[in-house]
């Protein structure tokens, strides 16, 4: 089978993708549109693409497709700890301190603030698609004194010169990745820990009704249905039109989810299951179990 990521070689999707499915063919995607669009068009089995960083929150990007251009199921979840460093062409790696630009993924330069605003005070930063796509540019460029933002597994595949380890604000930095298909994929987890199901679940409010969020929230508690996450996006339909994704920490069952969906319709709430799915922590004591 052919999984989809967001490439090229050596982000932190292809960490993901190498943990999770180390016997499909991975294929890298510039971008996390492109990702969901060769998923659509079925060149691809599945698609791997980030969903939320500890630090920075959502990505916004992968959250619209869901919503507003694809109707493709999520099939699972796993999240990887994040180690960023600062790397440079081996050319100039007693130069680190000259360096004149930093590349790097918005995400990752936002997650290693402290470090460039300390150590590389004033340099300017580049966007880059994704930490690799900086690795692989620093690597091509070595005329220019430039470092990239990126992982381990980044320099070894573009033969950078690690400078500065771990430069991330925070120690506890994860990225949780989500797994898409239109087909029923058995996950092998085999080297990594399997931390149990969860729904996720998107709706929209019904306009001009005091309490509608109050009773949408009322509907999971008292049914006893423990929320780990419920966030806010626009509609894109104008000024104060919002939708709501809600994790539930359950597997999709035939009474109580259902139940709260049909309550939540009687209120004129859209309700639309995005996927009811296994999650795994990588970087954790393996699993020995498989879960469909």
Same mark, same amino acid.
């Given at each position: 089978?052919?999984?989809? $990521?967001?490439? @090229?070689?050596?982000?932190?999707? #292809?960490?993901? !993708? *190498?943990?999770?499915?180390?016997?499909?063919?991975?294929?890298?995607?510039?971008?996390?549109?492109?990702?969901? &669009?060769?998923?659509?068009? #079925?060149?691809? &089995?599945?698609?791997?693409?980030?969903?939320?960083?500890?630090?920075?929150?959502?990505?916004?990007?992968?959250? #619209?497709?869901? !919503?507003?251009?694809?109707?493709? @199921?999520?099939?699972?979840?796993?999240?990887? @700890?994040i180690r960023q460093h600062l790397m440079v062409h081996p050319m100039n790696k007693d130069k680190w301190k000259e360096i004149g630009v930093v590349y790097s993924h918005s995400h990752a330069l936002a997650q290693c603030h402290k470090f460039l605003h300390k150590e590389l005070k004033g340099t300017p930063s580049e966007k880059t698609t994704s930490t690799a796509a900086a690795a692989q540019f620093v690597k091509e460029s070595p005329d220019i004194i430039a470092g990239a933002i990126a992982n381990e597994l980044a320099a070894t595949e573009y033969g950078l010169e690690i400078v500065q380890k771990d430069i991330h604000d925070v120690s506890y930095n994860h990225t949780r990745f989500i797994v898409l298909s239109k087909k029923k994929v058995r996950l092998h987890e085999e080297k990594s820990t399997y931390?149990?199901?969860?729904?996720? !679940?998107?709706?929209?409010?019904?306009?001009? *009704?005091?309490?509608?969020?109050?009773?949408?929230?009322?509907? $999971?508690?008292? *049914?006893?249905?423990?929320?780990?996450k419920i966030e806010s996006r626009p509609m894109k339909t104008g000024l104060g039109n919002y939708f709501f994704i809600i994790d539930v920490d359950m597997k999709q069952d035939e009474v109580l989810i259902p139940g709260v969906v049909a309550e939540l319709e009687a209120l004129d709430c859209q309700v639309k299951i995005l996927g009811s799915y296994p999650y795994f922590q990588i970087g954790s004591e393996k699993s020995r179990v498989q879960h469909l």
């Open positions: 089978m052919k999984v989809g $990521f967001l490439g @090229p070689k050596a982000t932190f999707t #292809d960490i993901a !993708v *190498r943990e999770m499915f180390p016997e499909e063919k991975a294929v890298p995607y510039l971008t996390i549109p492109d990702c969901f &669009d060769a998923l659509i068009e #079925d060149e691809i &089995d599945m698609a791997v693409v980030p969903l939320e960083n500890a630090l920075e929150g959502s990505v916004n990007i992968t959250l #619209d497709y869901l !919503v507003h251009e694809v109707d493709i @199921p999520i099939i699972g979840e796993v999240t990887c @700890p931390k149990g199901f969860k729904t996720t !679940v998107m709706i929209t409010l019904p306009s001009d *009704r005091a309490g509608a969020l109050h009773q949408v929230l009322s509907a $999971f508690a008292w *049914r006893k249905l423990n929320l780990s």
